[in-house]
């Protein structure tokens, strides 16, 4: 790739959502809202072209050369003036530089493209809203942060990236800040992102400081490329963060990795991401569907050679992930906010994500990752055109009726819920699929972690065609809902284009003329993560195929027959079983488990200091230092007499003792 070409390209990338914010931010709000429209959406696909640009530029380079880092500018050059075991040449040297690459391209492509369709529609959602130019200001920053995360070449600018994110999240989701529910919602993600951001910043610290070159010699840099090459593995490896299954390495690997959960909402951090949803739809379908909460499945991607020297960090990562997935299908089953439904969704369809790139199978996870951003997306957005119509009523039991009054949504709807459910040929079949195939040959615990996966499919299914029973079938059952119409054409249109893409995309992986060794994704992706340890056989590949396929389409059945039919009572399991029933609809009681445990002791802390120490020793420890310099001040008062000849005799006196105390240092 040509390096002068990819910098231009590069800073076209991240130039054009930048200047959009900082064009609109300037301006607090006085630009008109016709330039707004404009400027909000166009910088994103602009950016969108010029990633496409860089992708065709690199197709046209061999494998081996689709990779080229750039600098910007050399922004940190520190000196760690040696020490033990550190040359004295040694020193920070931290610039700003941009990795492009597969790995980053494709990052890229969804964060610009799915991005770029989401303003889009956000145009006609946002065309009544006070703050229109706030909101596109906000979504325009929040492009520019996750480029910087993902395009970043060092440690200190991903970490930056990392955290411009979780400020610009916050500010989305708690965009509407009269609702004390949206601020509230706003600061439980910003705080959670933080306890992860801990996780990555010491992790980089302890990376910065253990790792050693062929020499053994500590190299103290925080540039990704020298990282990776010096961790292994490869011909090369030499153990630069200690031996494989060290403590050192697992120890990075799972501060890694919290960091990861925190970003992608796996437990125990995942409470923030069903009560995101305060925000505007938009901002769930960009932050929660298309790039942010994907942002810690790209973190363990990227760093892979890390997990791949620490088994027990990329265990506990496919345990955590498979566990969160079916935790979040279970409580998804029972909820009645159409976007909170969503919303669970892609916490498992996240945690499947996880669970791939924990076990190795990192191309299947992203390609998870590429089709679950075009039909989640899709899924959000057909969600706020039923909203929108609605006059902001999420909860499906009011909806009903709406296929005939919405038809295009409706097919839009169905047609994500097919994908996101795994039916053939929609595009979640083709990547679901891979992924629980190859989780099936490299995954922990086999075949039990793969029995998890598959039972996912079956909730899956039942929990997105419930919603689609419930809100598009039957009658209406509220006056919002006999009078909802269809969306406008700038809502509708971002819509069908994401529906053609759910239906498609999958097949991008699909080597027509079946010479390939590996899947097309693999070998996109295969000069940055390599290809799979190993693969299942034909027999148990395609065993395991027919049994995804076949407990998904059971899922539906189950939704068509108590939803769709009602030839099973919607109240079975409340009515038999009422404790898994509760045990879903209160989410596992997650909220409340932290409110007692951590919740409620610092308030009781911070009310029992507020009332016993304040009072008693804060308020009497600043009341002495008040009285003392009350009572100083008054002393030195009676100094100023305001006669000459007083001040003559105290100059002349501190004279004198200025010139004795000179004459004594001088003997």
Not at 261 to 269: E, G, I, N, R, V
Not at 308 to 315: D, M, S
């Amino acid at each position: 790739m040509n390096p002068q070409l990819t910098l231009v390209l590069s800073a076209t990338v991240l130039g054009l959502p930048t200047a959009s914010f900082a064009v609109n931010a300037i301006t607090a709000g006085r630009l008109p809202r016709r330039v707004v429209t404009y400027l909000g959406p166009g910088s994103v696909l602009g950016a969108f072209v010029a990633t496409l640009v860089l992708l065709a530029t690199m197709l046209a380079q061999s494998p081996s050369h689709r990779g080229v880092t750039v600098t910007f500018w050399s922004w940190l050059n520190a000196s760690t003036g040696g020490g033990s075991g550190v040359s004295a040449h040694s020193g920070l040297s931290a610039a700003f530089s941009v990795r492009i690459d597969p790995l980053a391209i494709l990052m890229m492509l969804v964060i610009t493209g799915i991005g770029g369709l989401i303003h889009v529609y956000s145009v006609g959602y946002m065309a009544d809203d006070a703050s229109f130019n706030r909101f596109f200001a906000l979504m325009n920053l929040f492009i520019t942060s996750m480029l910087v995360l993902v395009m970043s070449n060092s440690l200190v600018f991903l970490i930056i990236g990392w955290a411009m994110v979780a400020f610009a999240s916050y500010a989305l989701i708690a965009f509407w800040y009269q609702r004390p529910s949206a601020v509230a919602a706003g600061r439980k993600a910003f705080i959670t992102q933080v306890i992860g951001d801990v996780g990555l910043v010491l992790a980089a610290f302890l990376i910065f400081l253990n790792l050693r070159g062929p020499s053994g010699r500590l190299l103290h840099t925080v540039d990704l490329q020298t990282i990776f090459a010096n961790v292994g593995p490869g011909a090369h490896f030499h153990g630069g963060l200690g031996p494989v299954g060290g403590g050192m390495v697992t120890t990075i690997g799972i501060l890694l990795f919290l960091g990861a959960a925190a970003k992608s909402a796996q437990w125990p951090l995942h409470t923030w991401l069903p009560d995101a949803m305060e925000g505007p739809t938009p901002v769930s379908a960009l932050i929660h569907a298309a790039t942010m909460v994907t942002a810690g499945v790209y973190l363990v991607a990227r760093f892979h050679p890390v997990f791949q020297q620490a088994p027990v960090a990329a265990g506990l990562v496919a345990v955590v992930g498979i566990g969160t997935a079916l935790m979040a299908a279970i409580i998804g089953c029972t909820q009645f906010d159409i976007k909170r439904v969503i919303a669970y969704s892609t916490m498992s369809q996240i945690g499947l994500m996880i669970f791939a790139v924990g076990v190795g199978a990192y191309s299947a996870g992203m390609f998870q990752f590429f089709t679950h951003a075009c039909f989640k997306a899709l899924l959000f957005l057909a969600a706020g055109n039923v909203i929108h119509a609605l006059h902001d009523d999420q909860d499906i039991r009011v909806m009903g009726g709406l296929r005939r009054r919405m038809r295009w949504t409706f097919l839009a709807f169905t047609t994500g819920s097919l994908a996101l459910a795994g039916i053939p040929i929609f595009a979640g079949f083709f990547s679901k699929e891979e992924l629980l195939g190859q989780g099936l040959a490299l995954g922990p615990a086999v075949p039990w972690l793969w029995v998890i996966g598959v039972s996912v499919n079956v909730l899956t299914s039942f929990y997105i065609f419930r919603v689609v029973w419930v809100a598009f079938t039957g009658d209406p059952r509220s006056t919002n809902a006999e009078h909802a119409h269809e969306a406008p054409a700038v809502m509708l249109f971002p819509v069908l284009i994401l529906a053609g893409l759910s239906t498609v995309v999958g097949f991008l992986n699909i080597d027509f003329a079946g010479f390939a060794p590996v899947t097309v994704f693999q070998a996109f992706l295969q000069p940055v993560v390599g290809v799979p340890a190993a693969q299942a056989s034909h027999l148990v590949d395609g065993l395991a195929l027919l049994a995804g396929v076949l407990l998904s389409l059971a899922g539906l059945g189950v939704a068509w027959a108590v939803y769709g039919r009602q030839v099973m009572s919607r109240e079975w399991i409340p009515q038999r079983l009422p404790w898994l029933y509760q045990l879903s609809f209160r989410k596992f009681y997650w909220d409340e488990v932290y409110g007692v445990a951590l919740v409620t002791p610092v308030l009781a802390l911070a009310t029992g200091v507020r009332r016993v120490l304040e009072p008693g020793v804060f308020d009497s420890a600043v009341g002495g230092v008040r009285d003392a310099v009350s009572q100083l001040s008054a002393d030195l008062r009676t100094f100023q007499t305001g006669f000459l000849k007083d001040y003559a005799l105290w100059f002349f006196f501190f004279a004198v003792l200025g010139v004795v105390l000179m004459g004594l240092r001088l003997t």
